[in-house]
Structure formats: C-alpha cells, structure tokens
T-cell receptor, first 115, second 115 residues
Framework: AQKITQTQPGMFVQEKEAVTLDCTYD???????LFWYKQPSSGEMIFLIY??????QNATEGRYSLNFQKARKSANLVISASQLGDSAMYFC????????????FGAGTRLTVKP | GAVVSQHPSRVICKSGTSVKIECRSL??????MFWYRQFPKQSLMLMAT?????????EQGVEKDKFLINHASLTLSTLTVTSAHPEDSSFYIC???????????FGDGTRLSIL
C-alpha cells in the first residue's frame, strides 16, 4: 500500500510568490519522521526540511516551511518567495519507527517557477 | 553539512559487464547506507539497506545475486551490478545516515547505461 502520496504531478508558480506542495502519509506507528527533498535536473537529492512526529511546532528552514497537520496525516511543503532556481522535482519521504531506518518516497511533484 | 560522495557519476558499458559503484560518507560515520534506483520520471525505489559489517537487506523483487552490496566500513559501501543488461540502465543513488533521527544524505547518483 502506498504510504506516501503526492497528488500533484506538476505545479507552476510565479516568481516571488509562495507555493504549497502537498503530501499525505499513512502509518500506524506513533513515531515517524517526515522529510522533503529537492531533485534538480542534474539528479542529486538535496535535503530541505525535517519534521518529527512528536515535534510540537512546524519545521522551518529559511524559505521552506512544513505545514504539519498530524490528525490529517499531511505534511505539506510551503516555499515562500519562489525563485527560478526552485524549479525541480520535490519528493516527500517518511521514515517509520524508532529503529527502522529506511525511508520511503512519494511519487514527486515537478515544480516550475515562471519568470 | 554532511557530504556523501558517489562515484562514478556516469557509466556506459556493454551488456554483460559488471559495474561497481562506490558510495562514501566523507565527514561522518554512516552506520546505515541505502541504495535506490530511479527510472526516468519516477520516484526513488529502495533496493537495499546495509549496515556496516552485516549483510544487506534487499527489498522484495530485487535480486541479491545481481546487485551485490558490500558495506565493509563506516564510510564506504559499494554496489556491484553483475552481468548488467540494458534493462538495468537506470539512475542509481546511494544515501547514508548516522545514528538516531538524522536525515539521509544522498550521493549525486550514477547514471548507468548498458548498451
């Protein structure tokens, strides 16, 4: 069963505007971590932001913030003041449990920032 | 930040050749390393997880005799694609993490093309 769902295959945003990339997840484990990665066309995976299931506050890292709604099991990424360099694939990922190490990825969302 | 080096970045070789890909954590001890495969326009699919000094755990459907993984030290893991065929052509990405709730840090990937 799909544990990480990204329903937006592609998104467009105007430069300098904010954009929200959706991610929902499914787990019965009370302890888990949620991650967002950026993958430009060159292929490397760039870590953006992390949210732990017990974290009380939404994670923020510069222009990135994670809108964590635990009851809804959603972990949307918000990018503020979009830049042309933000155009890339964005993957949401989850790691379940305390001891389980592996991470599962969503299908990804291709973000295009328009000038 | 944590750095993971993956080499080579691109390989083109004939069918039947075995190809070795190296993944090194440069500034931290990687207790766990992961190997992913990514086909064009698709997400990352976990192939196997390896802990230093022990045998790798392969995901369902991944042939362990074809994709040999060695994690001999806390800074190096290798993936050998044995007797590669055109259907093995893909983007292979390694990642590494230390202990605890840390994000995975990815290498830049290896684009493998089998002719």
């Amino acid at each position: 069963a799909q544990k990480i769902t990204q329903t937006q295959p592609g998104m467009f945003v105007q430069e300098k505007e904010a954009v929200t990339l959706d991610c929902t997840y499914d787990t019965s484990d009370p302890s888990y971590g949620l991650f967002w990665y950026k993958q430009p066309s060159s292929g490397e995976m760039i870590f953006l932001i992390y949210q732990g299931s017990y974290d009380q506050q939404n994670a923020t890292e510069g222009r990135y913030s994670l809108n964590f709604q635990k009851a809804r099991k959603s972990a949307n990424l918000v990018i503020s003041a979009s830049q042309l360099g933000d155009s890339a694939m964005y993957f949401c990922a989850m790691r379940e449990g305390i001891h389980n190490n592996d991470m599962r990825f969503g299908a990804g969302t291709r973000l295009t920032v328009k000038p | 930040g944590a750095v993971v080096s993956q080499h080579p970045s691109r390989v083109i070789c004939k069918s039947g050749t075995s190809v070795k890909i190296e993944c090194r954590s440069l500034d931290f001890q990687a207790t766990t390393m992961f190997w992913y495969r990514q086909f064009p326009k698709q997400s990352l699919m976990l192939m196997a997880t390896s802990n230093e000094g022990s045998k790798a755990t392969y995901e369902q459907g991944v042939e362990k005799d074809k994709f040999l993984i060695n994690h001999a030290s806390l800074t190096l893991s290798t993936l050998t694609v044995t007797s590669a065929h055109p259907e093995d052509s893909s983007f292979y990405i390694c990642s590494a993490k230390g202990t605890g709730a840390q994000p995975q840090h990815f290498g830049d990937g290896t684009r493998l093309s089998i002719l």
